[in-house]
Protein backbone atom coordinates (compact mmCIF):
# COMPACT_ATOMS: atom_id res chain seq x y z
CA UNK A 1 0.00 0.00 0.00
CA UNK A 2 1.71 3.25 -0.91
CA UNK A 3 1.37 5.64 1.31
CA UNK A 4 0.93 9.42 0.26
CA UNK A 5 2.72 10.92 -2.43
CA UNK A 6 3.35 14.08 -3.86
CA UNK A 7 4.78 15.28 -6.99
CA UNK A 8 6.94 16.86 -8.03
CA UNK A 9 9.54 16.82 -5.01
CA UNK A 10 11.19 19.78 -5.86
CA UNK A 11 9.92 23.05 -7.89
CA UNK A 12 11.54 25.69 -9.01
CA UNK A 13 9.75 28.81 -10.36
CA UNK A 14 10.38 32.27 -11.49
CA UNK A 15 8.21 35.31 -9.94
CA UNK A 16 4.88 35.67 -11.44
CA UNK A 17 4.20 32.31 -12.45
CA UNK A 18 2.30 29.46 -11.52
CA UNK A 19 3.08 26.82 -9.11
CA UNK A 20 1.13 23.48 -9.01
CA UNK A 21 1.53 20.51 -6.24
CA UNK A 22 -0.07 17.37 -7.17
CA UNK A 23 -1.27 15.24 -4.13
CA UNK A 24 -2.77 11.28 -4.32
CA UNK A 25 -3.88 10.57 -0.79
CA UNK A 26 -3.05 6.93 0.56
CA UNK A 27 -5.78 4.07 -0.95
CA UNK A 28 -8.72 3.88 0.61
CA UNK A 29 -8.16 7.77 1.86
CA UNK A 30 -10.85 10.27 1.28
CA UNK A 31 -10.02 13.39 3.41
CA UNK A 32 -7.06 15.68 2.19
CA UNK A 33 -5.19 18.25 4.09
CA UNK A 34 -2.93 20.37 3.01
CA UNK A 35 0.08 22.20 4.69
CA UNK A 36 3.37 24.83 4.00
CA UNK A 37 6.15 25.05 6.41
CA UNK A 38 8.43 28.08 5.97
CA UNK A 39 11.89 27.56 6.94
CA UNK A 40 12.80 27.40 10.66
CA UNK A 41 8.66 27.02 11.42
CA UNK A 42 5.84 24.96 12.37
CA UNK A 43 2.91 23.47 10.11
CA UNK A 44 0.15 26.05 9.09
CA UNK A 45 -2.75 24.80 7.95
CA UNK A 46 -4.01 25.62 4.67
CA UNK A 47 -7.19 24.06 3.49
CA UNK A 48 -8.73 20.71 3.94
CA UNK A 49 -10.88 18.70 1.22
CA UNK A 50 -13.15 15.73 0.44
CA UNK A 51 -13.41 14.23 -2.73
CA UNK A 52 -14.92 17.39 -5.08
CA UNK A 53 -15.18 19.63 -2.14
CA UNK A 54 -13.78 21.76 -0.33
CA UNK A 55 -14.71 21.67 4.10
CA UNK A 56 -11.86 24.28 5.58
CA UNK A 57 -9.97 26.78 3.54
CA UNK A 58 -9.88 28.85 6.50
CA UNK A 59 -5.81 28.77 6.17
CA UNK A 60 -5.77 29.71 2.49
CA UNK A 61 -4.41 33.38 1.60
CA UNK A 62 -7.54 34.70 -0.09
CA UNK A 63 -5.86 35.62 -3.38
CA UNK A 64 -3.31 33.59 -5.68
CA UNK A 65 -4.25 30.34 -3.81
CA UNK A 66 -6.50 27.72 -4.95
CA UNK A 67 -6.92 23.67 -4.19
CA UNK A 68 -9.27 21.12 -5.56
CA UNK A 69 -9.59 17.45 -4.83
CA UNK A 70 -11.48 15.98 -8.09
CA UNK A 71 -13.66 12.82 -8.13
CA UNK A 72 -10.88 11.48 -10.68
CA UNK A 73 -7.28 12.20 -10.16
CA UNK A 74 -5.04 13.69 -7.07
CA UNK A 75 -5.49 16.86 -5.24
CA UNK A 76 -4.10 19.78 -6.29
CA UNK A 77 -2.55 22.98 -4.37
CA UNK A 78 -2.34 25.88 -7.31
CA UNK A 79 -0.69 29.16 -6.61
CA UNK A 80 -0.81 31.82 -9.59
CA UNK A 81 2.01 34.55 -10.05
CA UNK A 82 4.42 33.62 -6.77
CA UNK A 83 6.16 35.82 -5.31
CA UNK A 84 9.33 34.99 -2.97
CA UNK A 85 7.49 34.73 0.18
CA UNK A 86 5.97 31.45 -1.13
CA UNK A 87 9.11 29.74 -0.91
CA UNK A 88 8.11 27.39 1.68
CA UNK A 89 8.05 23.16 1.66
CA UNK A 90 4.12 22.25 1.11
CA UNK A 91 3.24 18.86 2.99
CA UNK A 92 -0.37 17.34 1.85
CA UNK A 93 -1.66 14.42 4.38
CA UNK A 94 -4.53 11.79 3.99
CA UNK A 95 -6.83 10.30 6.86
CA UNK A 96 -9.75 7.45 5.70
CA UNK A 97 -11.99 9.83 7.66
CA UNK A 98 -12.37 13.06 9.48
CA UNK A 99 -12.90 11.46 12.91
CA UNK A 100 -10.66 13.43 15.50
CA UNK A 101 -9.12 10.79 16.62
CA UNK A 102 -7.39 9.51 12.99
CA UNK A 103 -3.82 9.75 12.37
CA UNK A 104 -3.11 11.79 9.27
CA UNK A 105 -0.58 10.29 7.14
CA UNK A 106 1.69 12.93 4.97
CA UNK A 107 3.27 12.71 1.97
CA UNK A 108 6.99 13.32 1.39
CA UNK A 109 6.78 17.47 0.88
CA UNK A 110 7.13 19.73 -2.34
CA UNK A 111 9.75 22.20 -1.74
CA UNK A 112 8.53 25.42 -3.73
CA UNK A 113 11.61 27.83 -4.37
CA UNK A 114 10.17 31.08 -5.86
CA UNK A 115 13.43 33.33 -7.39
CA UNK B 1 -2.76 33.56 22.83
CA UNK B 2 -2.11 30.41 20.50
CA UNK B 3 -3.96 27.80 19.97
CA UNK B 4 -1.06 25.22 20.36
CA UNK B 5 2.39 26.21 22.30
CA UNK B 6 5.83 24.69 22.68
CA UNK B 7 8.60 25.32 23.67
CA UNK B 8 11.24 26.00 20.45
CA UNK B 9 14.28 25.01 22.06
CA UNK B 10 16.71 23.52 21.14
CA UNK B 11 17.21 21.14 23.61
CA UNK B 12 20.84 19.61 23.85
CA UNK B 13 21.11 16.95 26.44
CA UNK B 14 23.85 13.68 26.37
CA UNK B 15 22.45 10.39 25.52
CA UNK B 16 21.68 8.58 28.02
CA UNK B 17 19.62 11.23 29.44
CA UNK B 18 16.00 11.61 30.43
CA UNK B 19 14.01 14.53 28.66
CA UNK B 20 10.67 16.20 29.15
CA UNK B 21 8.88 18.52 26.38
CA UNK B 22 5.58 20.45 27.40
CA UNK B 23 2.80 21.97 25.21
CA UNK B 24 0.15 23.87 25.69
CA UNK B 25 -3.30 24.30 24.05
CA UNK B 26 -5.95 26.73 24.08
CA UNK B 27 -9.30 24.95 23.14
CA UNK B 28 -10.63 23.34 26.12
CA UNK B 29 -12.95 21.18 23.84
CA UNK B 30 -10.30 19.42 21.99
CA UNK B 31 -10.28 15.69 22.02
CA UNK B 32 -7.78 14.01 20.35
CA UNK B 33 -3.98 14.47 21.01
CA UNK B 34 -0.85 13.16 19.30
CA UNK B 35 3.21 13.48 19.08
CA UNK B 36 4.60 13.94 16.22
CA UNK B 37 8.20 13.69 14.98
CA UNK B 38 9.94 15.50 12.30
CA UNK B 39 13.34 14.70 10.77
CA UNK B 40 15.18 17.69 9.29
CA UNK B 41 14.17 18.15 5.78
CA UNK B 42 11.32 14.98 5.84
CA UNK B 43 7.20 14.99 6.41
CA UNK B 44 5.82 14.31 9.84
CA UNK B 45 5.48 10.93 11.34
CA UNK B 46 3.34 10.05 14.22
CA UNK B 47 5.07 8.97 16.90
CA UNK B 48 2.41 8.34 19.63
CA UNK B 49 -1.25 9.14 20.27
CA UNK B 50 -2.03 10.93 23.93
CA UNK B 51 -4.60 9.07 25.90
CA UNK B 52 -6.19 10.66 29.00
CA UNK B 53 -4.84 8.10 31.33
CA UNK B 54 -1.34 8.03 29.88
CA UNK B 55 0.43 5.92 27.64
CA UNK B 56 3.87 4.74 26.97
CA UNK B 57 5.55 2.96 24.27
CA UNK B 58 8.71 1.74 24.55
CA UNK B 59 11.21 4.62 26.16
CA UNK B 60 8.22 7.28 25.33
CA UNK B 61 5.58 8.49 27.85
CA UNK B 62 2.96 10.62 26.90
CA UNK B 63 0.66 12.18 29.55
CA UNK B 64 -2.77 14.72 29.07
CA UNK B 65 -3.69 16.91 31.80
CA UNK B 66 -6.74 18.32 30.82
CA UNK B 67 -7.50 20.64 33.66
CA UNK B 68 -4.47 22.21 32.94
CA UNK B 69 -4.59 22.36 29.32
CA UNK B 70 -1.31 20.37 28.66
CA UNK B 71 0.48 17.65 27.50
CA UNK B 72 3.76 16.51 28.08
CA UNK B 73 6.09 13.69 26.26
CA UNK B 74 9.20 12.31 28.42
CA UNK B 75 12.22 10.53 26.34
CA UNK B 76 14.25 7.91 28.73
CA UNK B 77 17.53 6.98 27.82
CA UNK B 78 17.88 9.57 24.80
CA UNK B 79 19.06 7.71 21.77
CA UNK B 80 21.53 9.75 18.63
CA UNK B 81 18.40 8.77 16.54
CA UNK B 82 15.95 10.57 19.20
CA UNK B 83 17.42 13.90 17.40
CA UNK B 84 14.36 15.50 15.52
CA UNK B 85 11.58 18.07 16.14
CA UNK B 86 8.72 16.98 18.28
CA UNK B 87 5.47 17.99 17.11
CA UNK B 88 2.48 18.83 19.87
CA UNK B 89 -0.92 17.84 17.69
CA UNK B 90 -4.35 19.00 19.21
CA UNK B 91 -7.55 18.22 17.18
CA UNK B 92 -10.90 19.21 17.87
CA UNK B 93 -14.44 17.66 15.96
CA UNK B 94 -16.36 20.36 15.38
CA UNK B 95 -18.20 18.44 12.22
CA UNK B 96 -14.95 17.33 11.02
CA UNK B 97 -11.48 16.96 12.71
CA UNK B 98 -9.56 20.38 12.60
CA UNK B 99 -6.14 19.48 13.71
CA UNK B 100 -3.46 22.02 15.01
CA UNK B 101 0.14 21.42 14.87
CA UNK B 102 2.90 23.09 17.40
CA UNK B 103 5.57 24.21 15.73
CA UNK B 104 7.89 21.87 17.55
CA UNK B 105 10.40 21.44 19.74
CA UNK B 106 14.07 20.25 18.94
CA UNK B 107 16.03 18.39 20.20
CA UNK B 108 19.82 17.36 19.75
CA UNK B 109 21.20 14.41 21.58
CA UNK B 110 24.78 14.46 21.79
CA UNK B 111 27.44 11.92 22.21
Known amino acids: NAGVMQNPRHLVRRRGQEARLRCSPM?????VYWYRQLPEEGLKFMVYLQKENIIDESGMPKERFSAEFPKEGPSILRIQQVVRGDSAAYFCASSPNSGSSNEQFFGPGTRLTVL | RKEVEQDPGPFNVPEGATVAFNCTYSNSASQSFFWYRQDCRKEPKLLMS???SGNEDGRFTAQLNRASQYISLLIRDSKLSDSATYLC????????????FGTGTKLQVIP
Open chain 2, 50 to 52: VYS
Open chain 1, 27 to 31: KGHSH
Open chain 2, 89 to 100: VVAFSGGYQKVT
